[in-house]
């Protein structure tokens, strides 16, 4: 069964769920309609919801789509499912929502090549860029593709590397992550050594057991365990000067491992606010509180401007 959704309707949900900011808003009999709404600016939205809208905070046109697909997913309570790109189509299980309604850009199906093949972080990219009508790949989708050397001696001069390589290679829009953990009483190690702390080819168990034995001696009380993950996320792109952004998530290290979430040094990794280890987190909460999802939502805030380069 399909609902159509129309400009009332569109309206009511924009007036739904929407909160934080204010927004002077005037109905098309005048009125002035003080409402809580999210800082975006609808420069799609007057004329065709006989709405005139004078936002007090600019935002970009995919900020909109997704306040826009967010609101959507917060009145239906359902995900969107396809978004078909000759008339955005948007399909919410059994809610149809025709752009003639609504007039808006046409939004079209996006691949994102993320240059890792770090399948942990893969999936926490896949949870935050599906929301954006993203498709996430990564490179073992790509076995032709080199493994790229991390000779950087920092996250960013590595996650540099990953993504300018990857990107001149397919001529593609690449983001590349490289993160860590940096253990106070350790000078800030394993850091960009994360993955080969234990060895060149070292698994996530034999880090982990490597960390918990370099911290047996020297740190037994918490205040001694201070730990943090840091993310850089480099986007590349042909003819663009690359986008650079990091996120940082504090916590300390765990005496033993706990949880079955997470990869890495999750299990570990006790965060600082919740007293649970990354491990114990499922993948949403932790895409909420994570250094990866801290540099993502600084990612956002820059993305629109970066792209219009
Ligand atoms: O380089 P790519 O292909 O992205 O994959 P990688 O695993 O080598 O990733 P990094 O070079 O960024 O090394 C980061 C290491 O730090 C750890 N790590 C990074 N983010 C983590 C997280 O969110 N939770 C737990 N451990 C994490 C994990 O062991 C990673 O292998
Ligand atoms: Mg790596």
Same mark, same amino acid.
């Given at each position: %069964? ?13 007036? #739904? =769920? ?19 709404? #999210?800082?975006?600016?609808?420069? #799609? ?5 006989? !709405? ?24 239906? $309570? ?9 008339? !955005?189509?948007?399909?919410?299980? +059994?809610?149809?929502? /025709? ?15 993320? *240059? =890792? ?10 949870? %935050? ?19 790229? *050397?991390?000779? &950087?001696? =920092? ?13 001149? @290679?397919?001529?593609? %829009? ?26 060149? /080819? *070292? ?7 490597? !960390? @918990?034995?370099?911290? *047996? ?9 201070? $730990?943090?993950? /840091? ?22 290290? &765990? ?9 890495? #040094?999750?299990?570990?990794?006790? +965060? ?18 994570? /250094?990866? $999802? ?16």
């Amino acid at each position: %069964m399909t609902t159509k959704l129309y400009k009332h309707d569109i309206l009511d949900i924009f007036a #739904y =769920t929407l909160s934080t900011r204010q927004l002077r808003i005037e109905n098309i009999f005048g009125e002035q309609l003080e409402l809580p709404i #999210y800082s975006v600016f609808f420069k #799609y939205f007057p004329s065709e919801l006989g !709405l005139k809208i004078v936002a007090v905070d600019e935002a970009s046109p995919s900020e909109i789509m997704t306040l826009f697909f967010q609101v959507l997913r917060d009145v239906t $309570a359902k995900n969107y499912v396809e978004i078909i790109t000759d008339t !955005l189509v948007v399909k919410l299980d +059994d809610v149809e929502v /025709h752009s003639e309604t609504l007039s808006l850009p046409v939004i079209s199906d996006k691949t994102l090549l993320i *240059a =890792t093949r770090n399948e942990g972080k893969t999936r926490e990219f896949k949870a %935050m860029f599906s929301q954006l009508g993203y498709t996430v790949k990564n490179l073992n989708d790509f076995p032709e593709l080199p493994e790229v *050397a991390e000779t &950087g001696m =920092t996250f960013e001069a590595n996650a540099r590397l990953k993504a300018k390589t990857i990107s001149e @290679l397919t001529g593609e %829009m690449v983001l590349a992550d490289d993160s860590g953990l940096m253990v106070d009483i350790l000078g800030g190690l394993p850091g960009v050594w994360s993955a080969r702390f234990a060895g060149d /080819h *070292a698994t996530d168990d034999e880090n982990n057991a490597k !960390l @918990l034995h370099e911290l *047996a001696s020297t740190a037994v009380s918490p205040d001694k365990r201070k $730990a943090k993950f /840091h993310t850089t996320l480099v986007v590349a792109a042909p003819e663009k000067e690359p986008l650079v952004v990091e996120g940082e998530w504090f916590g300390e290290i &765990g005496t033993i491992p706990k949880g079955d979430d997470g990869f890495g #040094y999750d299990p570990l990794f006790i +965060d600082e606010e919740t007293g649970r280890t990354a491990a114990q987190m499922s993948l949403s909460q932790k895409n909420k509180v994570s /250094h990866r $999802a801290r540099a993502l939502q600084n990612l956002l805030k820059k993305w629109p401007e970066w792209l219009k380069q």
